[in-house]
């Protein structure tokens, strides 16, 4: 009998982190330009090229909101996944003791063979849609989660984007963006400092 599990399995192929990402790439180009702007030093090519680049893992690595929120959809999946697997095995369990009554010729009645067969397709059915069901309320929590922290983030960079004017402010992962870049337009650091003062842990996780 199929692996009931595997069905919310493929939910971790749509990892929180690729949601952010592709949220974040969406919005990329941000600029806010109030007539203020950093003090550059001199040689400092960023008052030249007023460009800089979030490095999207150490954001998630080091936002707390982030990793906060990744432990609880990990809960909620293992939880999800124990239900089922616990589930499942009560099904293969049912299902072997029919078959082994129906080799003995255990029924009374092709009828009462009938109704038992019924009872455990239909056991087999409800399980198939709590998968279904599971898989559908853990998606929609990585949404919020998502769009959460996307709402953060264009927040953050909004504010400090009222002080450095930058003409653009792009995402990077490993080097998909940026292949070099001084450091003076890695404002990685920044950002997760101002998220982390604005974010407040819940009680339960402190």
Avoid: C, W
Wanted: glycine letters at 4%; proline letters at 1%.
């Amino acid at each position: 009998m199929k692996n009931i599990s595997y069905i919310i399995n493929g939910v971790l192929a749509v990892a929180i982190i690729v949601l952010f990402i592709l949220f974040f790439t969406s919005n990329r180009g941000n600029t806010g330009d109030n007539g203020n702007s950093l003090k550059f030093t001199e040689g400092d090519s960023t008052g030249v090229l007023p460009i800089a680049y979030v490095n999207i893992d150490s954001l998630l690595i080091n936002y707390n909101y982030a990793k906060d929120a990744n432990d609880a959809l990990m809960k909620k999946y293992n939880s999800s996944n124990a239900t089922l697997t616990q589930k499942q095995r009560q099904l293969e369990s049912e299902a072997a003791e029919f078959q082994r009554k129906v080799q003995n010729n255990a029924f009374l009645s092709q009828e009462r063979a009938q109704q038992e067969a019924a009872r455990i397709q239909k056991l087999e059915s409800d399980l198939h849609r709590m998968a279904q069901k599971l898989q559908e309320d853990y998606m929609v929590e990585q949404q919020r989660v998502s769009s959460q922290m996307g709402d953060s983030l264009k927040l953050i960079l909004k504010e400090i984007n009222n002080a450095a004017n930058y003409q653009m402010i792009l995402s990077n992962t490993g080097m998909d963006n940026v292949l070099f870049a001084k450091d003076g337009h890695d404002i990685t650091q920044k950002v997760i400092d101002l998220l982390n003062s604005r974010y407040k842990q819940p009680e339960a996780s402190k």
